[in-house]
């Protein structure tokens, strides 16, 4: 059986840094492809907007809002996926999902659809 479990969100103040992490049972992350997705409590019923990504490989990707704030990482031993945040924004307010694409198929498109495996999220709240 699939798991992913998010753990490590909180509040924190614009500019502060948080570090979330995804641990992942059932899977190998050195077979699959993971990403971070995202929600803001305003936009529940919109589809969840692509983060990150990182390949079986290690090769990563960013949406352009977080590029070069974010980094997406894991601990193959641990079986763990990991997003550190910095110069973190009231805009990155938001529950936060790590994904897994189980057969590496929709690798750069941030795809929710293409997921085959959900997290049930962890909320990142930053205050003005």
Not at 29 to 53: I, N, T, Y
Not at 99 to 124: E, I, Q, R
Request: proline content about 3%; overall charge negative; charged content about 20%.
């Amino acid at each position: 059986q699939v798991q992913l479990v998010e753990s490590g969100g909180g509040s924190v103040q614009t500019g502060g840094s948080l570090r979330i992490s995804c641990m992942v049972s059932g899977l190998s992350l050195s077979d699959v492809c993971m990403s971070w997705f995202r929600q803001a409590p305003e936009k529940e019923h919109a589809e969840r907007e692509g983060v990150a990504e990182i390949d079986y490989d290690g090769q990563t990707r960013y949406k352009d809002f977080v590029k070069g704030r974010f980094t997406v990482s894991r601990d193959n031993a641990k079986n763990t996926l990991y997003l550190q945040m910095d110069r973190l924004s009231p805009d990155d307010t938001a529950m936060y999902y790590c994904a897994a694409d189980v057969n590496c198929l929709w690798g750069g498109y941030f795809a929710p659809s293409g997921m085959n495996h959900w997290g049930k999220g962890t909320l990142v709240t930053v205050s003005p």
